[in-house]
């Protein structure tokens, strides 16, 4: 009886003592498994896939880490564009600046840099940096010139000469950019103030003049309806009802006159929409004419 449970306890200590050593190995293994995740080759590794997918804000954290154990030229261009790519113009911009010497992405870093000013929308810096050549890329000095002219269509800026702003543009898309100037340059705005005028001429012109008809035609009637509605009651001694028609005729002349004016500067308003719209769209699809930096 004694030999046997002394073999029951031995067998039970060899089972307990296997368990322990295959949970210390397995804890072993999980630990190295979590500290090689962590580490900067896969924090780079998973940076770069996230990159790749266009999950810029992600990949500018893994990034971020492993930039904190090295210095990669090109990782660090790349956190850069995740900035960029994300619309944080202004930290772009920052990373861009710190490649600008000593690095074989001085010319691309600057490139980057410009464009992330561009992107910021203040295009009076933006332009005033251009013409200095603060940061100015020698290499992609076309692209960073056609910035500067796009800069141009997208403020209220007036506009440089023709024989400076369409060579900076490929001939491909001379017709549209010559467009775009001259519709910049001369807008089809309608005068307020001569729409005014006009509807105090005759109810409902100016709002024609705006290209506003059915309006316009609609306020003729009115008015004169109106004016008809006085001038029958005065000459039938209904005082009253002549005065009140007069009133009213007098309160839509008004509002006539006021509304022609504002129907004009809301034709502007469309107007302007219009041409910022079409000028962002044209660009965006062609993304500014600005080259893909492969790394």
């Known amino acids: 009886m004694k030999k046997f449970f002394s073999q029951f306890y031995l067998l039970l200590f060899c089972n307990y003592f296997f368990l322990f050593l295959l949970q210390t190995n397995l804890f072993a293994q999980s630990s190295s498994n979590e500290l090689n995740l962590f580490s900067p080759q896969s924090r780079l590794q998973f940076g770069n896939s996230l990159f790749?997918?266009?999950?810029?804000?992600?990949?500018?954290?893994?990034?971020?880490?492993?930039?904190?154990?090295?210095?990669?030229?090109?990782?660090?261009?790349?956190?850069?564009?995740?900035?960029?790519?994300?619309?944080?113009?202004?930290?772009?911009?920052?990373?861009?600046?710190?490649?600008?010497?000593?690095?074989?992405?001085?010319?691309?870093?600057?490139?980057?840099?410009?464009?992330?000013?561009?992107?910021?929308?203040?295009?009076?810096?933006?332009?005033?940096?251009?013409?200095?050549?603060?940061?100015?890329?020698?290499?992609?000095?076309?692209?960073?010139?056609?910035?500067?002219?796009?800069?141009?269509?997208?403020?209220?800026?007036?506009?440089?000469?023709?024989?400076?702003?369409?060579?900076?543009?490929?001939?491909?898309?001379?017709?549209?950019?010559?467009?775009?100037?001259?519709r910049k340059k001369f807008p089809e705005y309608k005068n307020p103030t001569t729409a005014a005028i006009l509807s105090g001429l005759l109810p409902g012109l100016g709002k024609i003049y705006v290209g506003e008809t059915t309006d316009g035609l609609t306020s003729l009637l009115v008015t004169g309806a109106l004016a008809f509605l006085a001038v029958d009651n005065f000459k039938h001694n209904h005082n009253f009802r002549g005065w009140l028609f007069t009133g009213l005729g007098a309160f839509f002349y008004a509002g006539n006159v006021y509304g022609s004016a504002a129907a004009a500067q809301n034709f502007n308003a469309g107007v302007k929409f219009n041409f910022d719209k079409d000028v962002k769209l044209y660009f965006e699809k062609r993304n500014y004419f600005l080259p893909e930096i492969k790394f």
Do not use: H, M, W
Not at 83 to 111: P, T, V, W
Not at 124 to 134: A, G, L, P, W
């Open 52 to 182: 790749n997918d266009k999950d810029y804000l992600r990949a500018s954290n893994e990034y971020r880490e492993y930039l904190k154990y090295a210095d990669n030229d090109t990782i660090r261009f790349r956190f850069a564009t995740c900035f960029y790519k994300i619309g944080r113009f202004q930290e772009a911009a920052d990373n861009f600046k710190g490649l600008f010497n000593n690095s074989n992405l001085s010319e691309e870093s600057r490139l980057g840099y410009n464009q992330s000013f561009f992107f910021k929308y203040d295009f009076q810096s933006f332009r005033n940096s251009v013409k200095n050549e603060i940061y100015f890329p020698a290499k992609y000095s076309s692209e960073v010139n056609r910035l500067f002219y796009i800069s141009f269509l997208l403020d209220n800026s007036v506009l440089p000469d023709t024989s400076a702003f369409f060579p900076a543009f490929p001939d491909s898309n001379k017709n549209e950019i010559r467009q775009f100037y001259f």
